[in-house]
């Protein structure tokens, strides 16, 4: 028996030549030559904190000064940035497949913009959007673009680890702007330990459950449910295909890995 997971470009190839509905998982990786940092590297903290200790609703609510100038320092990193060559290489092979009447999804755990900035259309963002605020009273769902978001948060968010909270008081957080309610913003992403939203779930599911191709793109397959996604395809013996710098722990379950950067190896195995 062949040796798994394949690295053998020509037979997925093949794979992807046949396939006529195709999911595409994506994560932080994605977005590296954006510019924008992952979650998991070995040196990827915002003063002393890690992501699973900011992005949580317990932090949120005992220190919501905090938190913001965390997702502040975030949103403005995203604001500038330019999808790359694999976001491109993805709307492309969607543009190009749906001419043919076959389909291409991207479920992605990232909170950026850059799949649609470059032009992928179905597009089912798992864990939120940085640019969407929702508020913690009346669940509003507001896009928001603005820089900053409020003038408290102006010049704070420096990641430097020796930099003190700006302890804004949560009066001078985003609020509301509906007059009747005046509650407070948060991000509208999917903290640690929250539940994803039901509905996007539900289309993910049917996707999972549709597709003939799968490509596992830039994530560590470390958080769940997201993790899962790729070995459930492969349950039903459909090929999944992982492109990442390095193997994962859910690398043997999948039919191909390409090893390398993705913005390099997808455009060459979606042209
Ligand atoms: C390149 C590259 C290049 C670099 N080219 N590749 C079952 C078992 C165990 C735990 C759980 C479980 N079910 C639920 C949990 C708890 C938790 C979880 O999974 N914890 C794990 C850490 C174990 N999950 C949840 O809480 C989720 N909710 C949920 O399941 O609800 C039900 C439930 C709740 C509680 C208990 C049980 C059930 C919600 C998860 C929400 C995740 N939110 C975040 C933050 C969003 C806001 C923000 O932006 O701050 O989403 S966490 C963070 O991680 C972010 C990401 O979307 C997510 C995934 O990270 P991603 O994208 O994979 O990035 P990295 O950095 O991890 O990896 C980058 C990869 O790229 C690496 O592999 C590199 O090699 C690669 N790479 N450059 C190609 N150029
Ligand atoms: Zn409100």
């Known amino acids: 028996e062949a040796p798994r997971p394949s690295s053998n470009m020509n037979d997925f190839r093949r794979d992807f030549a046949k396939a006529n509905h195709i999911a595409i998982v994506t994560g932080a990786g994605i977005a590296v030559a954006s ?4 979650f998991r590297g070995k040196h990827e903290t915002w003063r002393k904190w890690k992501t699973q200790d900011l992005a949580t609703p317990e932090a949120f609510s005992r220190v919501p000064s ?14 500038d940035k330019k999808p790359t060559a694999a976001h491109y ?3 492309e092979c969607e543009a190009r497949l749906r001419a043919r009447g076959k389909d291409v999804v991207v479920i992605t755990q990232c909170v950026d913009d850059l799949h649609l900035q470059a032009g992928s259309k179905r597009v089912l963002k798992i864990h939120g959007n940085l640019m969407e605020t929702r508020c913690v009273s009346c669940g509003h769902v507001h896009a928001n673009r603005h820089s900053p978001i409020c003038p408290a948060l102006k010049d704070t968010g420096s990641p430097e680890a020796d930099v003190a909270d700006a ?3 949560v009066d001078k957080l ?9 509650g407070l913003l948060r ?3 999917v903290f640690f330990g929250e539940t994803l939203d039901s509905h996007i779930l539900t289309k993910v599911e049917k996707e999972l ?6 490509l596992v793109v830039g994530t560590s397959s470390i958080v769940y449910p997201a993790a899962m996604f ?5 349950s039903r013996g459909v090929h999944v295909a992982e492109f990442n710098l390095s193997a994962s722990p859910k690398t043997e379950y999948f039919t191909y890995h390409f090893s390398g950067r993705c913005e390099e190896t997808l455009p060459a195995a979606l042209a």
């Not at 510019?35 to 992952?38: H, Q, W």
């Not at 985003?174 to 005046?182: A, G, I």
């Not at 790729?230 to 492969?234: D, E, F, M, T």
């Open 89 to 91: 290489a993805i709307a």
């Open 35 to 38: 510019g924008l940092p992952t």
């Open 230 to 234: 790729g070995p459930r395809v492969a």
């Open 167 to 169: 302890q804004i008081p």
């Open 187 to 189: 991000p509208n992403v």
């Open 209 to 214: 459950e549709d597709c003939d191709l799968c």
């Open 174 to 182: 985003p609020r509301c702007k509906k007059s009747d309610c005046h």
């Open 66 to 79: 905090r938190v913001w100038e965390f997702f502040h320092y975030r949103r403005e990193l995203v604001m």
